[in-house]
């Protein structure tokens, strides 16, 4: 049996309503177009998932870069190759910086 005590923070408070369905099809939580651009620049590698292709993966990347600013896109590519250590993200997205008007 769970150990009670541990778990008292969280009795009686409810958690916020789920605004978006995942691929599975269950509840969750939709992000900003910055924050999905930094979760894809830290963790995607532009290949083939159990989730997604890397078409798929590229797409979306493109998309997010259209909605945010420059300078965003940037520090983010900045940050995926010296904190995450990436090569091709980084490359990519500071690709679409250079590009001025992020033209597909």
């Not at 177009?33 to 993966?57: D, S, V």
């Amino acid at each position: 049996m769970a150990n009670q005590t541990l778990f008292t923070s969280h009795r009686g408070k409810r958690l916020p309503a789920v605004n978006t369905l995942n691929r599975e099809g269950a509840g969750a939580y939709a992000y900003a177009p910055k924050h999905k651009l930094a979760q894809y620049a830290a963790t995607g590698c532009l290949n083939n998932t159990f989730y997604a292709t890397g078409e798929q993966q590229l797409a979306t990347i493109l998309a997010l870069t259209r909605q945010i600013e420059p300078e965003f896109v940037a520090k983010t590519a900045i940050y995926a190759r010296q904190v995450g250590k990436m090569k091709d993200m980084p490359a990519l997205l500071l690709s679409r910086c250079l590009r001025g008007a992020f033209i597909a």
